[in-house]
């Protein structure tokens, strides 16, 4: 009878670390899907890729990451869906720069005449040939980031 309740407790105590483990990741972990072309040819419409949730001191240049469009949004945007959200517009782009390094030439037209990026912003361009990036829209604000794209590339493409 006792080895019945040691292990009834230990199953709850098992479960229990379970939840709270599948809930941790729940909020450190988003599935996104990619509907725009910016990123091609390394993400391609459909594309379902796994995002880290992070901000700006957890990225590097090279990074590929999801955050927000500068504001207003541009009509060329990449849409990304994300659980628990109501579908809302989101870019995926590659970092080019952080702040305190310097602007990538090919976005320097669009920086105001800055050579350093600024604290707070990052410079992001898309891989493919038609993203309306910084190199249009100048710096992106580091607090709209919802998180890095986790290596290695994507989780499944429609």
Partial sequence: MLLDRYRVAVALVLLALLTLAVARLRRGLVVVTV?????????????QVIVRRCDVTGLRVGDIVVLEPPRPPSPYAV???????VRPRWNVKRVAALP?????????????????????????????????????????SAGRIL????????LARR
């Fill in 35 to 47: 509907t725009g072309t910016s990123m091609t040819p390394t993400l391609l419409p459909g594309d």
């Fill in 79 to 85: 849409t990304v869906t994300a659980p628990d959200r």
């Fill in 100 to 140: 305190g390094d310097p602007v990538p030439e090919e976005a320097r037209a669009a920086a105001g005449g800055l050579r350093v990026v600024p604290a707070g912003s990052l410079v992001v361009i898309g891989d493919g040939t038609g993203s309306r990036d910084s190199r249009h829209n100048g710096f992106y």
């Fill in 147 to 154: 998180g890095v794209v986790i290596r290695p590339g994507r």
